[in-house]
Antibody, heavy 121, light 110 residues
Framework: QVQLVESEGGVVQPGRSLRLSCTAS????????MHWVRQAPGEGLEWVAV????????HYADSVEGRFTISRDNSKRELYLQLNSLRPEDTATYYC??????????????WGQGTLVTVSS | QSALTQPASVSGSPGQSITISCTGT?????????VSWYQQHPGKVPKVLIY???NRPSGVSSRFSGSKSGNTASLIISGLQAEDEADYYC??????????FGTGTKVTVL
């Protein structure tokens, strides 16, 4: 079955960096576009970024553009999110999510369990 | 990228039908048939209920259905059950090749 497992998050000081990873299994990773979605404590869902199945296209939410970078290594079946210049408002549980099958980007059909990133001094 | 607008809360009695609205603009909900809906129970991972406005993944109850008119999408839950008490979020693809979630709706079963 599809499994997505995020790396451990942690507590990071404002202005510092962190890299999250997501290891995929149970499907052909290189066939699927992938997303990151986050949820601040007690708040709603916020879409963060998407990367095309072959890594040739990526898009970001305005709130993270220029600070976060999504990438992937299909040979390792891994998805990454590099978080730079972190701010307290980036505190959230970060989920990796698989795009649904097909050539269009339309929804998130499988989710990881999420990893908590806390930005605090 | 403003969040799509959903009612903060909707409630209903067991067996009733409820509708959750999701209002966006012509640059997201109104411009594409790429609206999806997610259910999230407290402390749990979101689960897709509806994708591409009306499609239901295998394994999702037929009590959940979706529709769209103009810039507003809707999730209908029929035959409301206690297990339906959860938070619900809509999501849409946008003209910027990004995605945007709704503000979220808490469903209470009376």
């Amino acid at each position: 079955q599809v499994q997505l497992v995020e790396s451990e998050g942690g507590v990071v000081q404002p202005g510092r960096s962190l890299r999250l990873s997501c290891t995929a299994s149970g499907f052909t990773f290189s066939d699927f576009s992938m997303h990151w979605v986050r949820q601040a404590p007690g708040e709603g869902l916020e879409w963060v970024a998407v990367i095309r199945f072959d890594g040739t296209r990526e898009h970001y939410a305005d709130s993270v553009e220029g600070r976060f970078t999504i990438s992937r290594d299909n040979s390792k079946r891994e998805l990454y999110l590099q978080l730079n210049s972190l701010r307290p408002e980036d505190t959230a549980t970060y989920y990796c999510a698989r795009e649904g099958p097909g050539s269009t980007w339309s929804h998130f059909d499988n989710w990881g369990q999420g990893t908590l990133v806390t930005v605090s001094s | 990228q403003s969040a799509l607008t959903q009612p903060a809360s909707v409630s209903g009695s067991p067996g009733q039908s409820i509708t959750i609205s999701c209002t966006g603009t012509s640059s997201d909900v109104g411009g594409y048939n790429y609206v999806s809906w997610y259910q999230q129970h407290p402390g749990k991972v979101p689960k897709v209920l509806i994708y591409e406005v009306t499609n239901r993944p295998s394994g999702v109850s037929s009590r959940f259905s979706g529709s769209k008119s103009g810039n507003t999408a809707s999730l209908i839950i029929s035959g409301l059950q206690a297990e339906d008490e959860a938070d619900y979020y809509c999501n849409s693809y946008t003209s910027s090749s990004t995605f945007v979630f709704g503000t979220g709706t808490k469903v209470t079963v009376l």
